[in-house]
C-alpha cells in the first residue's frame, strides 16, 4: 500500500516541482497569512474527545522528529498562497529516497532525518537554541496499524498550544486552537494497514483575538505538551459518560454511544467494589440517562476521605471506565457545603510547570504528586486553584486521589477581545472541552470564566454568555472569577469593594488583592484595609502575594524581593482576611516561583516571577510556613 502511495506521489510531486521549480504555485487557494498567525482552512476538531483511559488506546509518547519552520514556509508560499511542495512537512513521502530518484527534486526539509526530541513536552526543552523560540514547529512520527473490520479509529491530542494542524498519510485531518484542552480526529478511513505518518504543525503565536491573548505573565511553553493516543473502538462505541452524586442524594448516569447500532442497545453500570449492577437501554438518538439511589456503604469523596471507586458502562461492544469520588456541593448564604457541611479552602494557586530548575511543563503523576503534596501535607491545605488555564487531566485525576478541591478555569485573562464573536465561541469551545474532559472529577469544585478582565459592556455581555454557556453544560458545579475591586479611604480606612457587575452573575465570588505589593498601600497597613460586601454569597481570596528572591534576607529593613517583606505580607494580608465574614477559602498566588518573559529584574527575577512561597527547585520560603501555620489553625476551627 505504502508502495502505491509512493508512485502516486512521485508522479504529483515530479508535476508539481517542475510547477514549482518554474515559477510562482499557482494562487489556487488563498490563505491569508496574518502577522502572528496563520489562517488555514480547515475542518475543526471533533469536540467530545474519546476516552483515551478506555481498552485499545495506544499511547504514541515517545521520540518524534522535529522541524522549526520560523516563517511557517509549510503552511503558505512566501507569495501567500499554497505551501510550495518541497516545504510541505505532511508531505507522505520518503524525501531522501525521492531526491535521490528525481535529480530535480527539491525538498527544504527531511523529517524522516530531523533531529528528535521527547513527546510530550514544550520544544522549550528540545535544545537551549529553542528557549525563546515561538513559531511554528514541526513534528512527526510512525505509528503501525492492524486495522480490523467493524472499528472505529481515533487520535486524540491532550493538548497542542497553541494552534495544531494534524496530517495522517499527508492528508490533512483538521485545526485545532486552544493551548490547554483535549481534542481527536476520527481516521477509520484515513489509517492504512501498516505504517502510518502522523504530522503535526504546532504555532505557538497568539494574536489580540486569541484565548489568552498575547500578553499574560506565564511562559507559553508551545509544543506537544500532553500526551497523544491512537485510540481504537468498536463501530458503536461509548462516546462519553458522566456518573456523578447529584444534589437529591441520587447517582446519576449519562452516557451516549456514537455509531450504526447506538439506538435501543442494552447498558449497564457497574460499581464493583460496592457489588452495584444497575441495568438499562440507551434511547433512539444512543444515549441513556437514568439515576439510582446512593448505596448506603457508599463513603462520600471529601478532601478527608478522597474514596474513589471503579465505575465501569458497558454496551453491547465496548467498555468505559473511570474512578470516580462521589460528593455533593451546594451553597447556603456565605457558605459552601460539601457533603452538607460548611467548608473553608485551604489553598494555593499553581501553574502547570514542575518543581525543577528547567522545567518543560511535563506534567507526569510523579511531578504532579510532588506538586500538590507540597500542598496537601506541607501546607496543611485542601485546594488548589488551577491558574489560568486547563490543567492536564494528571493533575485533577491526582487532586481526586489525593483529596484537594479543584478550581478550574480557561485562560479568559486580561485584554480579551470582546468585540469578536470567534474569541466567544473559542472561549465557549474551551470550556466545553475543560467540561468533557473533567466533570467526571469529584475534586472539580469551581470552573471560572476568567481572570481579571476589565470592566466594560462588551466585556460583561461576553463574560455572562460564559457563565451561561458553563451552567448549560454543568449545574452541579460552582461558577466563579477573578473579579475587579476598587478601595476608597473612608474616615481614616481603606474600604474595599467587588464593583464588578459581574459579580452578580457568579456562585461565588473571587478577587486578587495585591495591597502592600501593587499600589500605594505600605504592607504593615494592610491588615486595617476593611471590606465592605453586600453580598449573599461565599468570597474566596483567589490571589494575593510577594514577589521573594530566596538570596536577598537579613537586611535590617525589610524591602520587595526579601523573603522577610513576602512574609509579612502574607501575615498582613491573612490578618486582614480574618475580619471578613463571608470569606470561605485563600489560594495565595503562588505555590511555586515559576517562569515569566514579564519578570526581568536582572538579580531578582531573571525571567521568573517569584511570588511563589517555594522556590522553582522546591526551596521553602518564610511565607510557606507562616500559610502552613495558619492552615494548621483553619483545618482545627473548621473540621
Ligand atoms: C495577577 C495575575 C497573575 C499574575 C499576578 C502577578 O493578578 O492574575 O497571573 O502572575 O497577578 O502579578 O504576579
Same mark, same amino acid.
Given at each position: 500500500m ?8 512521485? &508522479? ?5 516541482l ?9 494562487e ?8 502572528? %498567525? ?14 483515551v ?55 527544504e ?7 528528535t ?10 535544545? *537551549? ?10 513534528y ?5 496499524? !492492524? ?7 481515533? $487520535? ?7 494552534k495544531?494542524d ?14 490547554f484542552?483535549p ?10 494497514d ?41 463501530? !458503536?462505541?461509548?462516546a ?12 446519576r ?30 434511547? #433512539?438518538e ?6 439510582m439511589?446512593?448505596? #448506603?456503604?457508599?463513603? $462520600? ?8 471507586? !471503579? ?39 499553581i501553574?502547570e ?9 511535563d ?7 510532588? $506538586? ?17 488555564? *486547563? ?9 481526586d486521589?489525593l ?10 485573562y ?7 464573536d470567534e474569541?466567544? #465561541? ?17 475534586s472539580i469544585?469551581?470552573?471560572? &470564566? ?12 461576553f ?25 476608597q ?5 481603606l %474600604? #474595599? ?6 459579580a452578580?452573575? $457568579? ?15 505600605? &504592607? ?11 453580598f ?34 502574607y501575615r ?7 475580619e ?30 517569584r511570588?511563589?512561597?517555594? !522556590?522553582? %527547585? ?17 483545618a482545627?476551627?473548621?473540621?
Open positions: 505504502v508502495r502505491v502511495n509512493l508512485f502516486l506521489a512521485a &508522479v504529483l510531486s515530479l508535476a508539481v517542475c510547477l514549482a521549480a518554474c515559477g510562482p504555485v499557482s489556487d487557494t488563498e490563505s491569508t497569512l496574518k502577522t502572528s %498567525t496563520f489562517e488555514v482552512s480547515s475542518k475543526k476538531a471533533s469536540v467530545s474527545p474519546v476516552k483511559a478506555a481498552q485499545g488506546a495506544t499511547d504514541l509518547s515517545g521520540m518524534w522528529h522535529w522541524s522549526v519552520d520560523p516563517y511557517a514556509d509549510g503552511y503558505a508560499g512566501f507569495h501567500g498562497g499554497q505551501a510550495g511542495y518541497g516545504s510541505r512537512r505532511y508531505n507522505f513521502i520518503d524525501v531522501e529516497a525521492e531526491m535521490r530518484k528525481n535529480p530535480t527534486a527539491l525538498f526539509y527531511d523529517m524522516d532525518h530531523a533531529k526530541a521527547k513527546i510530550p513536552g514544550a520544544w522549550i526543552g528540545h535544545e *537551549p537554541e529553542m528557549r525563546h523560540y515561538q513559531g511554528v514547529v514541526w512527526q512520527r510512525e505509528f503501525e496499524v !492492524t486495522p480490523r473490520s467493524d472499528e472505529r479509529l481515533f $487520535l486524540e491530542f491532550g493538548a497542542v498550544n497553541y495544531a494534524v496530517y495522517l498519510n499527508g492528508e490533512r485531518l483538521g485545526q485545532h486552537e486552544g493551548g484542552t481534542f481527536s480526529f476520527e481516521v477509520t478511513d484515513i489509517a492504512i501498516g505504517v502510518n505518518q502522523l504530522t503535526v504543525g504546532v504555532d505557538s503565536r497568539r494574536d489580540w483575538q486569541s484565548v489568552p491573548p498575547p500578553v499574560t505573565d506565564w511562559e507559553t511553553y508551545g509544543g506537544i505538551t500532553r500526551p497523544v493516543h491512537f485510540v481504537r473502538r468498536p463501530e !458503536t462505541y461509548i462519553e459518560s458522566w456518573v456523578r452524586l447529584d444534589d437529591d442524594g441520587r447517582i448516569i449519562d452516557a451516549r454511544l456514537d455509531g450504526s447500532t447506538k439506538a435501543g442497545q442494552a447498558m449497564s453500570l457497574r460499581i464493583p467494589e460496592l457489588d452495584i449492577t444497575l441495568d438499562g437501554q440507551s434511547d #433512539a444512543g444515549n441513556w440517562t437514568t439515576d439511589p446512593l448505596p #448506603a456503604d457508599l463513603a $462520600l469523596w471529601s478532601p478527608k476521605t478522597p474514596q474513589l471507586y !471503579t465505575v465501569e458502562v458497558e454496551s453491547a461492544d465496548d467498555r468505559w471506565t473511570d474512578r470516580i469520588g462521589f460528593r455533593t456541593i451546594a451553597l447556603n448564604g456565605e457558605d459552601i457545603l460539601l457533603n452538607g457541611k460548611p467548608i473553608f479552602l485551604r489553598g494555593i494557586s501553574h510547570e514542575e518543581i525543577g530548575s528547567n522545567p518543560v511543563r506534567i507526569s503523576a510523579t511531578n504532579a504528586r510532588a $506538586l500538590l503534596s507540597e500542598v496537601k501535607d506541607g501546607l496543611n491545605g485542601n485546594f488548589v486553584r488551577l491558574a489560568h488555564y *486547563p490543567h492536564s487531566d494528571v493533575m485533577t485525576r491526582m487532586a486521589e483529596g484537594l478541591i479543584v478550581w478550574s478555569e480557561i485562560p479568559v486580561w485584554r480579551i477581545d470582546w468585540e469578536n474569541t466567544l #465561541a473559542l472561549s465557549k469551545s474551551m470550556i466545553e472541552e475543560n467540561i468533557l474532559r473533567d466533570r467526571n472529577r469529584a469544585l469551581f470552573w471560572s &470564566v476568567g481572570n481579571e478582565t476589565p470592566i466594560s459592556d462588551r466585556r460583561n455581555d463574560m455572562n454568555a460564559l457563565v451561561a454557556k458553563t451552567r448549560e453544560l454543568d449545574s452541579s458545579r460552582l461558577v466563579t472569577a477573578a473579579l475587579m475591586t476598587s478601595k479611604e473612608e474616615g481614616g480606612v %474600604t #474595599a469593594r467587588i464593583t464588578d457587575p459581574l452578580d452573575q $457568579l456562585d461565588v465570588l473571587s478577587v486578587n488583592t495585591y495591597d502592600g505589593w501593587y499600589g500605594p498601600v505600605a &504592607v504593615g497597613d494592610v491588615s486595617e484595609i476593611r471590606w465592605d460586601l453586600d449573599d454569597k461565599p468570597l474566596i481570596f483567589s490571589e494575593f502575594g510577594a514577589g521573594a528572591y530566596i538570596g536577598l534576607s537579613g537586611e535590617d529593613v525589610p524591602r520587595k524581593f526579601s523573603v522577610e517583606y513576602q512574609d509579612e505580607m498582613e494580608t491573612l490578618e486582614m482576611s480574618a471578613i465574614p463571608s470569606l470561605r477559602g485563600i489560594s495565595p498566588w503562588i505555590l511555586k516561583d515559576f517562569r515569566s518573559p514579564r519578570r526581568q529584574h536582572s538579580i531578582y527575577q531573571n525571567g521568573w516571577n511570588k511563589g512561597v517555594i !522556590t522553582e %527547585t522546591g526551596e521553602r520560603k518564610p511565607a510557606f510556613h507562616t500559610l502552613s501555620e495558619h492552615y494548621k489553625k483553619l482545627d476551627d473548621w473540621e
